[in-house]
């Protein structure tokens, strides 16, 4: 098994920080950013993860290993060592090469093998994340010396045997910072033990009619996971207002089309008791990597 020793002792704490750069932060594209399968026991797959320098002059390297990943209520991502959650498949994973150089406008695949286990302790969603890491000299005015390090992620979820998807939306309501800033927030809660990817839309509607609509795209809820989602108010809320919000789950394992529409949500939509100190944006990075 071919793990990389340097993200095994790196530091975990602020392994995630940069981990959705754009290609654009530091020159490096890859494709896919996201892997579902679904896999049997004793099953073995196969992955081509690509890994381009879109750097017009500089030569980068980069080294490529494994994480075991999740996502916080708020959507963000966290990195730990491999192997060591409950739901991890990083030792399922071998992978090949573990350090690439790339000119400007080069591109390199990684192979990623993983054989799944003949036996687990459950059935359901099981991940990984595959990581690449470089450090890169940082420009600042008056300062040398000063590097960084970036990561980007390849997310993988393995559906082991029976697999069910189960978000449902459990309460809604509306937060106020301290600068009288409005947001809409909903949470989602799923039973399954297979994630949801959920897309939709919020409408807010008041006593004269007026409403507002609000796009919900992409929207991942681990298993057993409980996601609190924030869409600030990009117009005045109308009098007396209501909340209704239609999704569908686009990753069912359960069904034969892969796809079901959970019971629309609607309920009054009130101030949440606590406010927030400022209500986050969509985690548009964390949502285009799961």
């Not at 890491?133 to 990561?151: A, D, F, M, N």
């Not at 189960?166 to 994630?195: C, F, K, W, Y």
């Amino acid at each position: 098994m071919r793990f990389l020793n340097a993200l095994r002792s790196g530091l975990w704490a602020a392994a995630a920080v940069a981990i959705a750069a754009p290609a654009s932060a530091f020159g490096i594209g890859l494709q896919p950013t996201t892997v579902e399968m679904t896999v049997e026991p004793g099953d073995r797959q196969r992955q081509i993860v690509n890994i381009g320098n879109v750097h017009t002059e500089k030569t980068i390297s980069l080294t490529i290993g494994l994480a075991d990943w999740t996502l916080d209520e708020n959507g963000q991502i966290h990195l730990e060592p491999p192997g060591e959650r409950e739901d991890s498949a990083s030792n399922w994973v071998r992978f090949s090469p573990a350090f690439i150089t790339l000119k400007p406008g080069e591109s390199e695949q990684i192979i990623i093998d993983m054989s799944a286990p003949i036996r687990t302790t459950r059935d359901g969603d099981f991940r990984f994340a595959m990581i690449a890491s470089t450090i890169l000299p940082e420009s600042r005015s008056g300062q040398s010396g000063v590097w960084k390090k970036y990561q980007i992620a390849s997310l993988f979820y393995l559906t082991m045997g029976d697999g069910e998807s189960r978000p449902q939306i459990t309460s809604s309501g509306l937060t106020m910072d301290d600068d009288g800033r409005q947001a809409v927030d909903i949470v989602v809660e799923n039973t399954g033990n297979s994630h949801a990817r959920l897309r939709g839309e919020v409408q807010i509607s008041g006593d004269r009619g007026e409403t507002i609509k609000m796009p919900i795209a992409n929207l991942v809820v681990l298993h057993d996971g409980k996601r609190e989602y924030t869409m600030p108010l990009g117009a005045d809320l109308p009098a007396n207002p209501t909340i209704k919000v239609q999704l569908e789950n686009t990753y069912a394992p359960q069904t034969s089309s892969g796809i079901i529409a959970l019971p629309t949500y609607s309920a009054p939509l009130v101030i949440r008791e606590a406010a927030v100190e400022s209500p986050p944006a969509p985690a548009d990075a964390e949502t285009n990597l799961e």
